[in-house]
């Protein structure tokens, strides 16, 4: 009746305890180099993002963090061997991975003629771009392989994305289909003389239930529609379970059900595959600039183009017929929703058959979560902003994606 797509962002992996955030990253990248640095016999140092050009006493610094600031602070002292790593140092306590990828965008633009005429200058970029995937795809296997993820935050997810299916949950539309469906199949055991011709046991639990409630009662769809609205169904609907993942981890497979099905599409790639390499650039063929773009006829500019690189896999196709299959809700687990995916984003909220976004949100505190930021978010990736408020659920039948009592309880823990 209606699939479930589990989409999953890099606030899943934050969630389960894994440090896979931009400054995780950046934080642990800036203590090898320092380690590095300190374990070298001479006042010199140099890797494949950047070197030192003159000696550096080492007791000049106290720990990383220092190191870090020196080397951005000085840098008529520093021979910048990837400018783009170099340019997002700087950015460390600021920035998220979508600030990442729009920095990258950014920088194609800053690239256009006539401001920089120069074939190597968008060359020079792409590589240093991908000697960030290569750091980042290091560091995450390492700190995946090293993270033993706590149970409360499994049963606790778990109880999320196998919850019933809340029919307050959908939009005015979705409901509407799903009435028509129920109406259709219970029709002619409706009233005080039934059709004693048609078999009950096709009807599922729930529509049998609904019979039940109404026995010798005649009422029709608009009656049905009110009733339904405030019901929950549960999965003997075989509501399945699809995981969309923009991670390149498998923390997913914490929740598969081979019985039920399940699914997952990595549309982003996965760590260390040939098959289903990583994607990581920019994804928003909706801003105004990305024309301008695809006009200079240097393929170069499309190399990190998201949507591009889908073209390498089958992920974007199977995504497509799970869409176009049947009516389908979303739910939003630590996916900011960002511009740097709106392209698929929109592909998925806007289409026909979605009947429902559900953001689970980070708590912070009692009072702060993330709601509204998620919200804002995704409404920038709807064109109609009718369909975004019937389908986006409101905050007061949503809930965090770990309570609060939880993050407290595995914290004291570790």
């Known amino acids: 009746m209606v699939n479930r797509i589990i989409l999953i962002g890099n606030g899943f992996d934050l969630a389960h305890?894994?440090?896979?955030?931009?400054?995780?990253?950046?934080?642990?990248?800036?203590?090898?180099?320092?380690?590095?640095?300190?374990?070298?016999?001479?006042?010199?140092?140099?890797?494949?993002?950047?070197?030192t050009t003159q000696h550096i006493s080492k007791s000049t610094f106290k720990n990383h963090k220092e190191f870090l600031k020196h080397v951005v602070t000085y840098t008529s002292l520093i021979k910048k061997v990837n400018e783009f790593f170099f340019k997002l140092s700087i950015h460390l306590d600021k920035w998220?991975?979508?600030?990442?990828?729009?920095?990258?965008y950014d920088e194609l633009l800053f690239s256009k003629p006539p401001i920089r005429t120069r074939q190597q200058d968008i060359v020079k970029l792409n590589k240093d771009f991908e000697k960030v995937k290569d750091l980042l795809e290091k560091y995450l296997t390492k700190v995946v392989d090293e993270t033993i993820i706590n149970r409360q935050i499994?049963?606790?997810?778990?109880?999320?994305?196998?919850?019933?299916l809340f029919l307050n949950d959908l939009s005015e539309n979705g409901l509407s289909q799903i009435t028509d469906?129920?109406?259709?199949?219970?029709?002619?055991?409706?009233g005080p003389e039934p059709d004693k011709n048609i078999d009950p046991d096709f009807l599922?639990?729930?529509?049998?239930?609904?019979?039940?409630?109404?026995?010798?009662?005649?009422?029709?769809?608009?009656?049905?529609?009110?009733?339904?609205?405030?019901?929950?169904?549960?999965?003997?609907?075989?509501?399945s379970?699809?995981?969309?993942?923009?991670?390149?981890?498998?923390?997913?497979?914490?929740y598969l059900k081979e019985e039920n099905d399940d699914s997952v599409i990595h549309i982003h790639g996965q760590l260390n595959s040939e098959n289903n390499p990583i994607i990581f650039g920019y994804g928003d063929e909706l801003d105004d600039s990305y024309k301008e773009i695809e006009k200079l006829n240097n393929n170069h500019y499309l190399d990190n183009v998201k949507s591009i690189n889908y073209a390498n896999t089958n992920n974007y196709k199977r995504l497509l017929e799970l869409v176009n299959s049947g009516l389908f809700q979303v739910y939003v687990l630590g996916h900011s929703c960002g511009n740097s995916?709106?392209?698929?984003?929109?592909?998925?909220?806007?289409?026909?058959?979605?009947?429902?976004?559900?953001?689970?949100?980070?708590?912070?505190?009692?009072?702060?979560?993330?709601?509204?930021?998620i919200y804002k978010n995704i409404s920038r990736n709807f064109n109609d902003k009718a369909k975004l408020r019937d389908r986006v659920v409101n905050k007061q039948f949503c809930r965090p994606m770990i309570p609060l009592d939880i993050q407290k309880a595995v914290k004291a823990a570790r």
């Open 17 to 51: 305890g894994i440090p896979t955030s931009y400054w995780d990253f950046m934080d642990n990248y800036w203590k090898n180099s320092f380690t590095e640095f300190y374990s070298k016999n001479d006042n010199l140092f140099k890797n494949e993002e950047f070197e």
């Open 96 to 104: 998220d991975w979508v600030d990442v990828e729009t920095a990258y």
């Open 154 to 164: 499994i049963t606790a997810v778990k109880s999320i994305i196998r919850e019933d």
């Open 181 to 190: 469906e129920i109406y259709g199949r219970i029709k002619p055991f409706i």
């Open 204 to 239: 599922t639990r729930f529509e049998r239930e609904i019979l039940k409630d109404h026995i010798n009662f005649e009422f029709d769809k608009n009656y049905l529609f009110k009733y339904l609205r405030n019901k929950s169904i549960t999965n003997d609907l075989n509501i």
């Open 241 to 254: 379970l699809n995981f969309l993942t923009f991670n390149y981890t498998d923390i997913e497979d914490y």
């Open 341 to 373: 995916d709106r392209t698929l984003l929109n592909t998925i909220f806007e289409h026909d058959n979605c009947v429902s976004i559900k953001p689970f949100f980070y708590q912070e505190t009692e009072v702060n979560d993330d709601y509204l930021k």
